[in-house]
């Protein structure tokens, strides 16, 4: 039931079919080569004496030390939640859910952050690596399909530090990166060989609107330069024969109320990358944390029309972008229920 509707987005005439029993999770074949323990010295040693861990560069901010810069997490990562989430997209979530770790706080200070209470406020429990891999392990023998990171920018020295530790416990799902796409460039190198899938977030093109909602100026240059490094690393999003990922990237672009011009460059961006750059288009936009109740961001205040959706795969498509996310997958009450318990 589940393979009969893979889309052709997915698969596409064969090209983006990957078959599971060749795949071994990237992680792991870094570890059969013995380059793991490297990239864990590696990782950590962008926490301090520095914090170079994500685009912010904190000078003078030692988190080995358990010092705080902008994104407020020290020594360890802080887990907000971890569920099978059946919310991601049908490539992600399959049947089982998606094997979803939400990290507490957050680089970008975006005013409309529909998870504030977990970026922007104090939330979740301290994990050490051990910590994190058994939340890993736990997610995988629930039945997910894979393990998502979510907002991991300022975290991903703390996940390569438990990956030795979830091999050791049995880990065997691809990891996905789920990312607001404001990394450093360095870390994404560390990361080179260790994820399956990056989803990264390409939110907003013009710079003054990134100064604006994001806090982060130079947002729109970071994430080209991030975006165009994963699909360096992992190319198009393959995915197998019940039309899950297993490797690739795949774009998410959260469309904005008036800002269908940062859509059009994005997506005219992404098709020159590659016209097969597989993109989730998403309508959820709604206005929450300041920008339902700050008079400075009027402008976003509101819901995305339909018609701005309509407008924003029309850019989509006339730019040559033809793999567009949907929901195809039948996932019934009974198979989430299972999932959750
Ligand atoms: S990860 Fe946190 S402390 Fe490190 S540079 Fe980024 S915001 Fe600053």
Redo the contacts with the bound molecule.
């Keep these: 039931m589940h393979r009969a509707c893979v889309p052709s987005s997915v698969h596409g005439d064969g090209r983006f079919l990957l078959r599971r029993r060749d795949l071994v999770p990237a992680y792991l074949r870094a570890h059969d080569e013995g380059r793991l323990r490297d990239k864990v010295d590696e990782a950590l040693s962008h926490l301090g004496p520095s914090?170079?861990?994500?685009p912010?560069?904190?000078k003078g901010?030692d988190?080995l030390a358990n010092e705080l810069?902008?994104?407020k997490?020290g020594r360890q990562a802080r887990v907000a939640s971890a569920f099978a989430h059946f919310g991601e997209e049908d490539v992600l979530r399959g049947w089982r859910g998606s094997g979803t770790i939400f990290f507490s706080w957050c680089?970008l200070r975006c005013v409309f952050c529909q998870n504030f209470a977990v970026s922007q406020q104090p939330s979740g429990a301290e994990l050490d690596a051990r910590g994190l891999a058994r939340l890993m392990i736990d997610l995988q023998q629930r039945g997910c399909h894979n393990i998502n990171f979510v907002t991991p920018e300022?975290v991903a020295p703390q996940i390569v530090e438990a990956l030795p530790h979830a091999i050791a416990m049995g880990l065997r799902l691809p990891l996905v990166y789920n990312t607001s796409g404001y990394d450093s460039l360095e870390t994404l190198k560390v990361m080179d060989g260790l994820v399956d899938v990056y989803m990264p977030d390409f939110k907003l093109w013009d710079e003054e609107a990134s100064r604006t909602y994001l806090a982060a100026t130079n947002y729109p240059q970071v994430v080209r330069e991030v975006i165009a490094e994963m699909h360096r690393q992992v190319g198009e999003l393959k995915a197998d024969e019940d039309g899950l990922a297993l490797r690739g990237v795949l774009v998410r672009h959260l469309v904005m109320p008036g800002r269908l011009e940062d859509t059009r460059h994005i997506t005219g961006w992404l098709a020159r990358l590659s016209p097969d750059t597989y993109v989730n288009l998403m309508d959820q936009y709604y206005p929450a944390w300041k920008a339902k109740t700050n008079p400075r961001f009027t402008d976003i205040n509101r819901r995305v029309s339909s018609r701005e959706m309509m407008e924003a795969e029309q850019h989509a498509r006339d730019a040559g972008l033809w793999r567009l996310d949907e929901r195809w997958r039948q996932v019934s009450e009974v198979e989430m229920l299972v999932a959750r318990l």
């Design positions: 914090c170079r861990a994500c912010r560069a904190c901010v988190r810069g902008v994104c997490i680089n300022h």
